[in-house]
Structure formats: C-alpha cells, structure tokens
C-alpha cells in the first residue's frame, strides 16, 4: 500500500481479547500519525508514570506519534489553560486529568471543545454516566477517607468519623483551592446535608465549621498527589481525606493503609481537549487506545485509579479487585454526583477556592 493510500485507509487491528463466544477487533483510524506530536497536561507523579507504562509508549511503539507529558497541579494547570485560550495560543493540545466538577467552568470558558465521538470507536462500550460531549473518560475517580491499620488508630467507618473531633489522630488533607468543592461535599453531606440540598448551593461557612471541629488535629497539608501518598506511606499522619488511586498507591508501600468507600463521592476524570487544538487527530486515536479495557487494567495497577470500563476488572489481580471503585461492592458505598451539581460547582469554584485557601493559611 502506498504511503497516500495508507493515510486514507483503515487498519484493522485485532485486541487479542475474548468476549463472550467472540474476539473482538476494532478499527484504528489509520492516517499516518508519524512524527506527529500531542502536548497533553498531566498532575505528576505516579499518574503520569502509569500514562506512559500504559499507554503512551506502547501507542508511540505502534504509531510513531508522539504525546509529550507536561506537568503541573490542578490549580496551576486551569490557570495555564484558561489563559492559552484567552489568549488564542494554545500549546497544550489536552488536558489529561479533568475531574467532572471543572467540565462546567472549561466549557463555559471555551476551554475545551467538543469531542467527535464517532472518531473514537469504543466509547460506546462505556457505562452511560462516562460519556460526555466534551471528554474521553480514563478513570472513575473517588474522593474518600483512608486509616492507618495498626491496632493503635480508631478505624474510619465511614467519611463522617473524618469530621468527628471525638475520633482523635493526625490528619491530612489539601491545601488546593482547586479541592475545597470536595472538601465542602464531603463535609455537609457527612453532617447531613442531602445532594439534593448540595446542588442549590454550597454552604461555604457551615462547611468551614465542619472542617473547624478538627482543624486542630488536621497536621499536614497535601498540595498534589504524590504528597499525598508520601504521607501514608511514611505513616506522618493516622487519616487522610484523599483520592482512592493515592490510597491503594500508599497501601501496595505500606499495607497497614486502608480504604473506606462509605460515605465517599465518584464522578469519572476526562481527557479534554484544548479548544484550538490542531492535534485532535492524534488525540482521537490516543483516546481509541486508552479505551481497550485490558489496557485499563494495566493502568489501574500501575497508578490504582479504577478506569471506567467495568470490563476491565476481568483483567485485574485478584488482591487488587477489592479496591477498586467500580466493583459492585464499592458501588453500594459511594455517592454518585449529579450533573446538576457540577453546575453549582463550576459557578462556586473560585469563591470556594479562595475562602479555602484563606482559611488553612490562617
């Protein structure tokens, strides 16, 4: 085939993986992707070492593209972006790591722009809460509670003993502003407050005086994820309020780590895509492999995140299954977060961040 047909043409590759009575192949949009280059953002540390291990090498090996990695936390990243777009220079072609509480603000922003999904076969084999217009999902993220094991620290029930002055121990959570919306949720629905209640508006002082009953036993603050399980892992502190995949992350270094699901909230974590970019064709057939879900088990045991394909827990090992988010069992622990709630979010996010930030510098 020459080079001019084999850009037209599609590459049929077969996933080596059985379904039922059937094998499944699918379909690689085959324009010729070398020496091609995607600038993605991703927040560091093991995330972004499990992006690579998973999936951009192997995807470099295969097509010759290239997806450079550029690193910075959550608050920096918005900021970067928001300003590229402002600007009309964009030089980030994705954003890797986009938790479904900021989908709203990138939008309304024009951020990020609409996905073609008939670009990227595979994505209708997600769950249907997964699929967005403007993301490929990567993993079903969690925001939860985690305890130190040792037979000496009160175990966590649940989310609400996080917040309970009367369950002593060291404790950990972010300093972000880009953190407080799941600070806050976590903390009023730990004290009562229905979701419903939640997506009208986020009480920002009731949820202050939540944190403020343990504030005194709140010892160290975590500014990005690799903190976060450093913690654990040297066991500075008894609890953390902090993402699953840090937690299982910790626990594989130090096995006295556990996780509590009950009382948690999920909502799934996208690849956006940068409004501007002029790599969606190198994006679309990175996001076509991302979605293989034996390739996502690989990645869940590389960084711990539970990706969003349930299929992809067939492919788990059997210590690792009880972990993660998208079993049945943790299911029936967790708070799923509505859309409309993202919206009040999205509309809070810089008021909350601000007030938060105020408030754990004072």
Known sequence: MTPARKTLAHRIRCLGMSYGFFTLCSAVHAADLSGKEAVIWSPGGKYTAALEEAYIKPFEKETGAKIRLVEANIDEALAAAAAQAQAGNVQWDGLSSVDAPYMPRLINERVIQKIDASAIPGLERLPKAAVNDYGVALLNSVVTVSYRDDGKVVPLNSVKDFFDPNVKGARAMSSNAGEAQNICALALLSDGVSVKDLSK??????????????????????????????????????????????????????????????????????????????????????????????????????????????????????????????????????????????????????????????????
């Open 201 to 362: 508006g986020i009480a920002i002082d009731r949820c202050l005086q939540i944190v403020d009953r343990i504030k005194d036993q709140v010892t160290a603050y975590w500014s990005n994820g690799s903190q976060m399980a450093q913690l654990m892992i040297d066991n500075n502190v008894d609890y953390c309020l902090c993402w699953d995949g840090r937690v299982i992350q910790a626990a594989q270094a130090n096995p006295e780590w556990k996780l509590q699901y009950k009382g948690g909230i999920q909502f799934f974590t996208y690849l956006a895509y940068t409004n501007g970019t002029k790599n969606s064709d190198v994006l679309n057939a990175f996001s076509e492999y991302m979605l293989d879900p034996k390739r996502q088990a690989v990645f869940t045991q590389r960084v711990g995140y539970s990706a969003p394909n349930p299929e992809s827990v067939t492919y788990l090992p059997d210590d690792l299954k009880p972990f993660v988010s998208v079993t049945p069992e943790a299911q029936a622990l967790l708070t799923t977060l509505p859309d409309v709630l993202f919206e009040t979010m999205a509309a809070q996010q810089v008021e909350l961040g601000k007030a938060w930030q105020a408030y754990v510098s004072n």
